[in-house]
């Protein structure tokens, strides 16, 4: 994508492991938001961390974000079956435009 | 859920022909968005909308034109469709209330151009 990638493509882990996927752009960001995406339905937003902030918790969540290296992570501890997903970052950009990469898709193991 | 309604949820169509996609909301929202969703290119951006009669090009625009006449109305046309065309387009809404900006996604409009 012009506007950067996830990584990785593909995650698969054992129920109860952390899951890390990162995320990373190229022009400036106003924020960076992630969000989650079941097979054949829409993205539901997870959180969002603002371009002065470096970290933020939500529940089994915690993102990251390094301005310097135009970079983001979002960990998942303690992950569930349920959690089985598609998970993509949006770089939000001025004039309110998001866009998204292509996504890591996260296979949680029963 | 966001009140989101896209039509038609699925399409089939032939090459050559117009299309046009719809989509509906309830939240009196100021931004509308079109993304086409394919294997191994992710997400994209084709048009927004930051208000009534104002649209802007996003990353995969060519082919496509949008409308918005109203503030809940958002169309997207293909004016003569192409198998490259064959896609999942979701539209999405956003808007800045003290919480700050996020987007919510209807549930996809399946298009098929044979």
């Known amino acids: 994508s012009q506007q950067g990638e996830e990584d990785p493509q593909a995650l698969s882990i054992q129920e109860g492991e952390n899951a890390t996927m990162n995320c990373s752009y190229k022009?400036?960001?106003?924020?960076l938001q992630w969000y989650r995406q079941n097979s054949g339905r829409g993205l539901v937003h997870l959180i969002l961390?603002?371009?002065?902030?470096r970290e933020k918790h939500s529940g089994r969540l915690r993102v990251t974000l390094d301005t310097s290296k135009k970079s983001s992570s979002l960990l998942i501890t303690a992950s569930r079956a349920a959690d089985t997903a598609s998970y993509f970052c949006a770089r939000v950009q001025a004039g309110n435009q998001f866009y998204f990469g292509t996504g890591t898709s996260l296979t949680v193991i029963p | 859920d966001a009140g989101i309604t896209q039509s038609p949820r699925h399409k089939v169509t032939e090459t050559g022909t117009p299309v046009t996609l719809r989509c509906h909301q309830t939240?009196?929202?100021?931004?509308m968005y079109w993304y086409r969703q394919d294997p191994g290119h992710g997400l994209r951006l084709i048009h927004y909308s930051y208000g009534v009669k104002d649209t802007d090009k996003g990353e995969v625009s060519d082919g496509y034109s949008v409308s918005r006449s109203k503030t809940e109305d958002f169309l997207l046309t293909l004016e003569s469709a192409t198998s490259s065309q064959t896609s999942v387009y979701f539209c999405a809404i956003s808007e800045f209330d003290f919480k700050g900006n996020t987007i919510y996604f209807g549930e996809g409009s399946w298009l098929t151009v044979v």
């Open positions: 961390i603002r371009s002065n902030e």
């Open positions: 022009t400036s960001i106003n924020n």
């Open positions: 939240e009196n929202h100021r931004y």
